[in-house]
């Protein structure tokens, strides 16, 4: 049985979903805040629940239509993961893009965190990349982009710049292009 969340952590959850929200400018303040709240209170219930790693999965919402990316251990546990959002009130549709991932190795997890941070900051000195709205991931090697961005071409151009950082084997580029 899982312990129950301190009231402190999900208060930061929450905060910390609401500051991110100005990242998505094209939205109204509104929606925007209903958004996020949908994206935390997914999250949190994601961490809450025994069949699934909040941990390693991801959680984006653009009106109401939520993306989960990051990597599961089980085609189970990535079940598991989109009826936890689908339940969630104000959810119109789940995309998910997580991956089926086994465990990996700690040498192999520093590694990953390497390759990420090298990848962040690839997307980060691009122009017309707005890395912000952009999840990057990183399991064996293999590199999961996520998110949703402004245009195809922002999409395209940070799978190419991800392609090209020392150290990634493979790119999933599964951002999202939002609807005009």
């Given amino acids: 049985m899982k312990h129950p969340l301190p009231a402190a952590f999900l208060t930061f959850l929450t905060f910390l979903s609401l500051l ?54 089980s085609e189970a546990e990535k079940t598991y993961a989109t009826k ?28 990953d965190s390497l390759v990420t941070g090298k990848v962040k900051a690839a997307l980060m000195d691009a122009a017309d990349v707005k890395s912000l709205q952009i999840n990057v991931e990183t399991h064996d090697g293999a590199v999961q ?3 949703f961005v402004a245009s195809a071409a922002m999409k395209d151009k940070a799978g190419r710049i991800a392609a090209g950082v020392a150290g990634v084997k493979s790119v999933d580029n599964v951002l999202v292009v939002r609807p005009r």
Avoid: E, M, W
């Fill in 20 to 73: 991110t929200a100005p990242a998505r400018a094209q939205q109204s303040s509104t929606d925007t805040a209903d958004d996020s709240v949908i994206a935390a209170t997914i999250k949190v219930a994601l961490l809450d629940n025994r069949n699934t790693s909040g941990t390693r999965i991801n959680v984006d919402c653009y009106h109401g239509v939520v993306q989960l990316s990051g990597f599961a251990r």
């Fill in 84 to 111: 936890v959002a689908a339940g969630v009130s104000g959810v119109k549709q789940v995309v998910n893009n997580v991956a089926v991932a086994p465990a990996t190795s700690i040498g192999t997890r520093l590694d």
């Fill in 145 to 147: 982009l996520a998110g």
